[in-house]
Every structure is written in C-alpha cells, then in structure tokens.
C-alpha cells in the first residue's frame, strides 16, 4: 500500500500531463497538476526549514566539529525570518500610511531589504565570481595536449578564444575580402555555429529520447527504485 | 504665297487660337468651381456634421471560422484591408478598425470588442461561449472619429471545441511510435529475449567508485541536481541514488545527500531508507545524512563545496540538473582529489564536468543509468526501444537535409513545399492558430 498509492499518482499524473498536451479539452488539467506540485514544494519547504534549524542547532548544542557554522547558520536564519516576518523597518504602504504593517517585507528601507541588499548579494556574486578561477584552472587542465584528440581539442579552444579578442580580428585583418570566411572571428562562428551546434543538437536529441524512456518506465511502474524497490 | 511664308502664317493662327481656347477653359472652370463652392456651401448648411468627416472605405471579405484545436472559446475573424488603409489617402486614411460581434438571436446587439490598428487584418475573438453562433462586424475607422460602411460576415460562426489537437497530430504519432517501440522491447525482453546495451563506463565505475570510498574509510557525496522533483533529471538522479545507496550500505560506507529542494530531500530520504532496507541494514540508515541545505542556488554550492573541502569525500556524484555550480562543485571535488562521475540534462555544463570528473554521462546516458545499474531485462528493453526513436530522428534528419540541399541548389519548387510541410507541419509540435 505504501508503495501503490504513490506509484497510481505518478501514473495518474503522468498520464494526464501526456493526455493534456494532445486534448484540447483537458488542457487546464496540465496546469492544475503543476499547481498541485507547486503547494506541496510549498509544504515542504516548511519540512526543510525546519529540518535545517534542527540539525544545526543539534551540532552547535552538542559542540560538533564546525558547530561555528552552524551557529552562524541559525543565527542568519532566525534574524532573516524575524526581520522578514515583523517587517523591520518597513514604511507603511502609500495607501495606508497610518498603518505601519502595511507596507512590503521586502522594501528597500527595512532590515530585510538591508540584508538583502548589502550582505546576501555580495555573498553570492564572491562564490559566482570564482567561476572565473575555476574556468581557468579546469581548462589549463582540459587542454594538455597529450595526445591526438587534445591537440585538437587546444587547438579549436585557442581559436575560439582569440576569436573574440581584437587580436582575433587584427590577425587576419590583412586577408583579402573574397577570403573573409577564413578570418578568425569569421571561424570562431562557424565552429560555433556548426560543428559545436550539431553536437549540441545531437546531446540534445539524446537526452528528449533517454527523458521519454524513463518517464514511460516511471509511469507504467517498471523502474520503482525512486521508491526504494528494486 | 511661299509656302514657307504660308505655313508660318498659319503657326500663326494656330497660337491665337490656342491661346483664345486657353483663356476660355479657364474662365469656364473659374465658373464651375464657383459653382461647385456654392453647392457645397448650400449642402453643408443642410446635412448634419459628422458626414462631412472623410469617410473612409470599407473593410472587404470579412470571413469568421472557428479556431482550430482550442477548447472552443474563441472565433478567428479576418478581413481585408481597406483601400483607404495607407498613409497616401490623406483625410480618408484609416486609423484603425472596430471589430464588434452580435449572438444569432433575435434583438441582439452589437457589442464592440476592440479596436485594432491600421494595417491589421485579422482578430481573435477568445471570449466566446462554446457552441453559441456569432455575427461579426468590422468598421473602419479614419480620422476624426469617422467610421465606413461596416462590414458584417454574411453568416453566423460557432467556437466549437476540438477532441484532438490535430496540429500535434504528426508529434502525436510520433510520441505512439517510440513509446510503442520502448513497451515493445520491454515485452520481448520480458519474454527472454537476450538484448545487447553497450557498456557505459561511468556507470560500470559506480561500483568502484563505492568501494573505493569504503577502503579509504572516507563518505560518499551524491548531490542529485538543484532542481525541484518535477524536473525528470532529479528523478533520474533519485533512481540513481537509490542503486548507490544499496551498494553504501552493502560496502557499509557513509553518503551524503545535500539537496537544494525540501521535496528532494524527501524524496531521497524514502528511497535511501528503502534500499538500505532492501540492503538487510536498516539500523546503518542515518537520516541526518540527507538534509536540506538552502534554494538559494551559490547558497547550495558554497555548502556543499565547504562540507568537501573539509571533510574530503573519497567519491563524489553529480546526478541531475545544474547550471552554473557545475563546475564549482566538480573543480573543490577534482582538488580534494575526489573520483567523480556526473551527469546532466544541460548539455552547456558538460564541457565542465567532462574537464573536471573522472566520468561524465551525456545525453541519454543519464536516464539509462537507473536501467543500466538494475540490469533488469525489462528495463534494459526500454533502452533498446530508444533506438527506435534515434533511428527515426536520423531518417528526418537526413531526408530534411537532402531536401533543403535540393531546395537551395535547384530551387525544385515542389521540394520546396516538401521541406516547408516537413518543417512546418510535421516537426512543429504546437501550430499556431491559423488567422
């Protein structure tokens, strides 16, 4: 039982996201199914917050390694839902200015937008931003040219790159005009829009056939290991 | 008389005479258009003020049909510009036009729907009641508010609502074919029927993966994507999880299961719990190992990047949807010299992970992993039932090149019209409705 009433709904709703499509008649059904998904997401992001300070406050309360974190952690989360939740420093809306709740959570003058603004952003633009060490040091590693298939790998790498340089167009700025198709920035697109297209497409191709073998698998209860069986 | 002098002579004549006729016509269109003012003076003094407004044509051809492969709500109405829609026809120029509609019922009026703009010649009417027959009018409008003879269909239209959308017709028989193919090779492998599926190195790696992280005495990282559980890709990877959990709990090794999704940390708690169940040791399942860490997406790889770095995961899998933290996570796991194998239905992240991992599975190599790793002959069926569906990709791919080939170097008008059914209609999966 535990296992055939999830196993009818992922069938059922399956079978009617399909039908939805083709059925002009049930096409609200589609969207009714993704309003569905979307109030449990909503339910469960109770379950995961919750989940969250939990454990947190467990490993700081049992001093575990790298409790600090975790003290950091709840500390963030409980000031960001209260600051949120009371609205701090939120001026009442416009058409209720006698009424101080009135106004958003996430103004940019209360303590949450503050928050937002000058703590959360800086954050998460540092980790984004380490993109860009990472991308080097991945393809300093990628492109060795150690064999054959490398080489070329470097060698079309390096084109594509100088490509979109000035030097890509300076280079080869001396060919005549009836030769344009071989200048590099000329290249850099035709690699980009052929050979690396069509690649891309047949990945593609590949992955739209491997997405309706498993949801056919899924909804027809061959494959069942999402719900723990073999 | 010298001729010469004789012809000179009446060259003569002949200019006084047009210049007498001149001066006449003049006089005589001097009069008339005195006249024509007075007339008008007179008419404009009797008729009201709104005809005196320039006019403009009507709209031609109004022609309503219901909309095909819609749920019956809605009429497309199409006319033909009027003759005055240009910029050139001065006062008479259109500014736009007034489309209204009237129920085929006794006394009923019409009621305006819009005004669309100049130029315009075709409306669609969303807002009608199924099976309910309406007349439709277009008027056009020019400047100053004056309005054409209005145009009526000359019969009432119904919105009727299809059963069938018949332009995903093609898209339809296509979706029957390869599911048709994949139940069909599940049934013959059902029925014993020996079915060959190539080796797939990253996944025939899992076991080593696992094992290796079980000889280090180090944990397993699974991070199943950053998308919610509607995405097929988590699912993928939950079907995933499930296989590298069993084997955990067989080696006894520890995993680790950051999810970004609160639903997905649900999802994989049941299944993890399941297949160290299935596994015979329920009491090594630990909970506490499958958490929910933040939505926030940098939130999630600076976590989990931190956890790796600190507690060095021998192996690591990256099983499911991501963007942009590919590449961070893969990069912290390549330094803590981690083996990786990874997967996604992004196909602009696999440059990163196949720089980064050990193994990398592309394309459908991801959804085939929980087949693959069951070794189930039913399963591995389904995957043979892809290669149906390639081979249909490849036979469209190769007709559509040929034909477009043809097209751009003998301009065959009737490839031409081969290609464009081929790309409008066969592969086109949602037609717009026609107008």
């Known amino acids: 039982m535990k296992r055939t009433v999830p196993l009818l709904i992922t069938a059922a709703g399956g079978i009617v996201l399909i039908v939805s499509f083709f059925v002009p008649y049930t096409e609200s059904w589609g969207e009714d199914a993704t309003m569905w998904f979307d109030i449990l997401a909503a339910i469960a992001f109770v379950l995961g917050g919750g989940n969250l300070l939990r454990m947190h406050l467990r490993k700081v309360l049992q001093q575990q390694a790298g409790w600090g974190f975790s003290a950091i952690t709840v500390i963030s989360f409980v000031v960001t839902l209260g600051v949120g939740l009371l609205k701090v420093g939120v001026p009442p809306a416009e058409n209720f200015p006698n009424h101080a709740w009135s106004g958003v959570y996430n103004a940019e003058e209360s303590a949450f937008g503050f928050a937002y603004e000058y703590v959360f952003k800086p954050l998460t633009a540092t980790i984004f931003s380490l993109l860009a060490f990472y991308v080097a040091s991945a393809a300093f590693r990628a492109f060795r040219a150690k064999n054959i298939e490398a080489l070329l790998l470097l060698g079309t790498a390096f084109l594509i790159l100088l490509g979109r340089t000035f030097a890509g167009a300076l280079l080869t700025a001396w060919l005549p005009e009836r030769f344009s198709e071989f200048t590099i920035p000329e290249l850099t697109v035709t690699i980009m829009n052929v050979f690396v297209a069509a690649g891309n497409r047949a990945i593609m191709i590949g992955i739209a056939l491997g997405i309706a073998s498993i949801s056919l698998r899924v909804i027809l209860g061959i494959d069942r290991s999402y719900l723990g069986k073999e | 008389m010298n001729p010469r002098l004789k012809n000179r002579h009446d060259a003569g004549f002949n200019r006084r005479d047009a210049k007498i006729a001149k001066i006449e016509g003049t006089a005589l269109r001097m009069n008339l258009a005195v006249a024509t003012f007075r007339w008008t003076a007179v008419i404009c003094m009797c008729l009201p003020a709104g005809a005196l407004r320039a006019q403009p044509a009507p709209a031609n051809g109004i022609r309503a049909v219901d909309t095909p492969n819609d749920t019956g709500h809605s009429i497309d109405v199409s006319w033909q510009l009027s003759p005055d829609d240009r910029a050139e026809a001065g006062p008479h120029a259109v500014r736009g036009y007034e489309i209204a509609r009237r129920a085929d019922t006794p006394n009923a009026a019409f009621e305006v729907l819009e005004e669309v703009r100049a130029g315009a010649s075709a409306y669609q009417d969303k807002k009608c009641d199924p099976w309910r027959a309406y007349f439709y009018r277009v008027v056009a409008i020019g400047a100053d508010e004056a309005r054409s003879v209005p145009a009526v269909t000359p019969s009432p239209v119904r919105a009727v609502m299809q059963l069938f959308n018949w332009g995903r017709g093609w898209f339809a028989l296509i979706v029957v074919t390869v599911c048709g193919a994949i139940l069909l090779f599940v049934q013959l492998a059902r029925m014993g029927i020996p079915l060959k599926v190539r080796k797939i190195a990253g996944l025939a790696a899992v076991e080593e993966a696992v094992g290796r992280a079980t000889e280090m005495g180090r944990s397993i990282l699974f991070v199943p994507g950053i998308e919610d559980l509607k995405y097929i890709a988590t699912v993928a990877g939950i079907t995933v999880l499930s296989r590298v959990a069993r084997l ?169 019209r081969v290609l464009d059914y081929l790309k409008g209609t066969v592969l086109k999966a949602a037609p717009e409705s026609s107008e």
């Open chain 2, 248 to 416: 955990a709990a067989e080696h006894d090794a520890q995993l680790e299961v950051p999810t970004r999704r609160s639903l997905v940390m649900t999802a994989a708690r049941e299944t993890v719990q399941a297949s160290f169940l299935a596994a015979g040791r329920p009491d090594a399942y630990n909970a506490d190992r499958i958490y929910y860490v933040t939505d926030e997406q940098f939130g999630f790889a600076a976590a989990v990047a931190g956890w790796m770095m600190r507690s060095k995961p021998a192996t690591a899998f990256y099983l499911g949807t991501f963007y942009a933290e590919s590449l961070l996570l893969a990069e912290t796991g390549n330094a803590i010299g981690a083996i990786q194998i990874a997967g996604t239905d992004e196909p602009a992240q696999l440059p990163f992970f196949v720089a980064a991992c050990d193994y990398t599975l592309i394309g459908e190599e991801l959804f085939a992993a929980s087949a693959y790793l069951s070794g189930e002959p039913q399963q591995l069926g389904s995957l043979k039932g892809q290669d149906v569906g390639k081979t249909i990709v490849g036979v469209l791919i190769a007709v559509g090149v040929t034909l477009a080939s043809i097209c751009a170097i003998t301009s065959a008008p009737r490839a031409q």
